[in-house]
Nanobody, 120 residues
Framework: QVQLVESGGGSVQAGGSLRLSCVAS????????MEWHRQIRGARELVARI??????TYNHAVKDRFQISRDNARNTVFLQMDSLKPEDTGVYYC???????????????WGQGTQVTVSS
């Protein structure tokens, strides 16, 4: 089944930018929804979602600062984060939707996460 690996996290000052990548071990072309979530103080929340038609949804706290995109040819989903704030600090996770390949269907799955730290 398709597994996910995130990268691109790090430490930046407020107002800075980071670009997260989520590389899948197989094709994401058949996977309808790909999402980024973050865990802050034990609570996990949706950051952004993109479907195969390119339609996007954002958490109101990041709208106009973050942009999600996907490149099915490279099996990669990106999260461009601009104007970062200290409250964006957390662990960012990539998530893929359930998909079926042949007769086998695979439940949604998470990557291992990448730490983002924003200092004031």
């Amino acid at each position: 089944q398709v597994q996910l690996v995130e990268s691109g996290g790090g430490s930046v000052q407020a107002g800075g930018s980071l670009r997260l990548s989520c590389v899948a071990s197989g094709s994401i072309a058949r996977i309808e929804r790909m999402e980024w979530h973050r865990q802050i103080r034990g609570a996990r929340e949706l950051v952004a979602r993109i479907d195969n038609g390119g339609r996007t949804t954002y958490n109101h706290a990041v709208k106009d600062r973050f942009q999600i995109s996907r490149d099915n040819a490279r099996n990669t989903v990106f999260l461009q984060m601009d104007s970062l704030k200290p409250e964006d600090t957390g662990v960012y996770y990539c998530w893929r939707d359930t998909y079926c390949a042949g007769r086998a269907c695979h439940a949604g799955a998470w990557g291992q996460g990448t730490q983002v730290t924003v200092s004031s």
